[in-house]
């Protein structure tokens, strides 16, 4: 469902003509580029790689700046009281816009009214992997260890992420228990996972690769309904004998509230155009990442749609971090 919309979005995008007035004189200055985790994590490679695209088609750098913290409220607050004149962006995907809502009874910013879509940018695929002197093999050894009587722990990149909520709702399903351990960000959770200080973990697949492929991490499974490209010998959960159930993590861009229409539009165009070049696509496939791209619009009611489906399953499991 998540990669056929993605798909959906990224047509219909592709079809658009280039907007007919772009703002005048936009950009006379380095667009600043605020992403919410910590450098080498699946959003901000794709940031870097789309932004490098970016900062050619608009003749101005694009100065990639990383503000990992509480769950991406750091760099969300930072981006929501930026002057709206679009020099200031920001990676956001479901922490950001779909799941922060429903987690946090007070928030310091208001994805609604404080932030502005601008493009969606990339599907990031995740995989369960386990440390190899962990003694997991499979998804059954993995569920085995979730529902021992002594409960274990799993790296997480903080409650209410997208991989923790994949890693409940697996737990959910299996009637398996373990404490989740918190990160900052990807790399220093699979670190911990590779050197076996935490067992487990759901991954993104373009932060985990590069350690899977030197065997320093193991792939168990992925949670989507095929295997991924660039994982082809690792199966998918149902596939591995353990329950059919996608989760993936998706991130796009938006602008601080009140950027102007014709600014939205030439920044979503840059994007949309970095997302088609071959290159840009080989660079993002070969990361494990899906492009994406679309109208501020379609990027709009996506992230409505994503906001009440994940509403549905963090009320149903009762999950706050307050």
Do not use: C
Not at 63 to 88: C, F, K, M, S, W
Not at 142 to 165: K, N
Not at 202 to 216: C, F, H, K, Q, V
């Amino acid at each position: 469902m998540f990669q056929g919309m993605l798909r959906v979005l990224l047509s219909a995008a592709l079809t658009a003509a280039a907007p007919a007035s772009l703002a005048a004189g936009y950009p006379d200055q380095p667009i600043r580029w605020l992403v919410p985790f910590s450098a080498g994590g699946g959003s901000d490679i794709a940031t870097r790689i789309v932004a490098r695209h970016v900062s050619e088609t608009l003749g101005q750098p694009v100065v990639v700046e990383n503000r990992p913290g509480a769950a991406t409220i750091v760099a969300a607050q930072e981006a929501a009281r930026a002057e709206p004149d679009g020099y200031t962006v920001l990676t956001a995907g479901m922490s950001t816009l779909a799941l922060n809502p429903w987690l946090y009874a007070r928030l310091p910013y208001d994805p609604q009214k404080d932030l502005t879509p601008v493009s969606t940018l990339v599907a990031l695929p995740i995989v369960l992997v386990v440390s190899p002197d962990s003694g997991l093999h499979t998804l059954a050894d993995v569920t085995a260890y979730l529902r021992r009587e002594q409960p274990g722990s799993y790296a997480s990149l903080g409650v209410g992420s997208p991989h923790h909520l994949a890693m409940e709702l697996f737990m959910e399903t299996i009637k398996g228990r373990a404490t989740a351990v918190p990160y900052k960000g990807s790399p220093p959770a699979l670190q911990d996972v590779a050197a076996g200080v935490v067992p487990v973990m759901m991954a993104d697949l373009a932060a985990a690769r590069p350690l899977i492929d030197a065997g320093r991490l193991r792939a168990i499974a992925v949670p989507a309904a095929q295997r991924a490209a660039q994982l082809p010998d690792v199966p998918t959960f149902a596939q591995a004998g353990g329950p059919a159930f996608e989760a993936a993590a998706w991130q796009g861009v938006v602008a601080p509230a009140g950027t102007p229409a014709p600014v939205l539009d030439k920044l979503s165009h840059a994007i949309m155009l970095a997302l088609r070049s071959p290159d840009v696509v080989k660079q993002l496939s070969g990361q494990g990442m899906e492009p994406a791209g679309s109208t501020p619009q379609a990027f709009a009611d996506y992230a409505r749609a994503e906001h009440a489906r994940w509403g549905a399953v963090i009320r149903s499991k009762a999950i706050s971090v307050e």
